[in-house]
């Protein structure tokens, strides 16, 4: 897997803009269109509706937080430390319920499913992203390193 870049960061908060402009679009149309449907006494349809909508749109704000935090880092304008301790992505987001999703047009399920495949990509990209810093160690321990480094050069130079 690459590292995390720039282009990579890029990318992926183009493509999250695009699927939020399109959730928030698609989801407002079919909240209309439940509404001149569904009868007065199926509140439950108009409930799933929004339900669902802002679960996906919300998956989706969560990603495009997190792209952002990341191009801010690459801009220079958060630190690592600062990355690192605030610029988590939610862990074990909720699932769409599949029965609801089921019962959504072709279209909108296409958009829930987009929204599930991002927040997937971007759980990957941070999983690894953290993982190396790991197995890289820490800032601590990589000065602590250095020191150690230093210490034996000074001592094998005396």
Request: net charge neutral; proline share 3%; hydrophobic share 40%.
């Amino acid at each position: 897997m690459p590292s995390l870049n720039p282009r990579i960061v890029d990318a992926l908060h183009a493509e999250a803009l695009g699927l939020a402009d399109q959730v928030r679009t698609r989801f407002e149309r079919l909240r209309q269109e439940t509404n001149q449907i569904v009868a007065d006494d199926e509140d439950l349809r108009r409930v799933q509706v929004s339900c669902e909508a802002l679960r996906t749109t919300t998956r989706v704000m969560h990603c495009l937080a997190w792209l952002l935090n990341h191009r801010a880092h690459f801009a220079g304008e958060l630190s690592e430390l600062q990355l690192r301790r605030h610029g988590r992505l939610i862990a074990n987001f909720p699932d769409s319920d599949r029965e609801v999703v089921a019962n959504l047009p072709q279209d909108v399920q296409a958009l829930v499913h987009d929204s599930q495949r991002l927040y997937q990509r971007i759980q990957r990209l941070e999983q690894a992203w953290r993982s190396e810093a790991i197995a890289n160690g820490s800032a601590v321990q990589r000065l602590r390193d250095r020191l150690a480094r230093a210490v034996e050069d000074h001592s094998s130079a005396a």
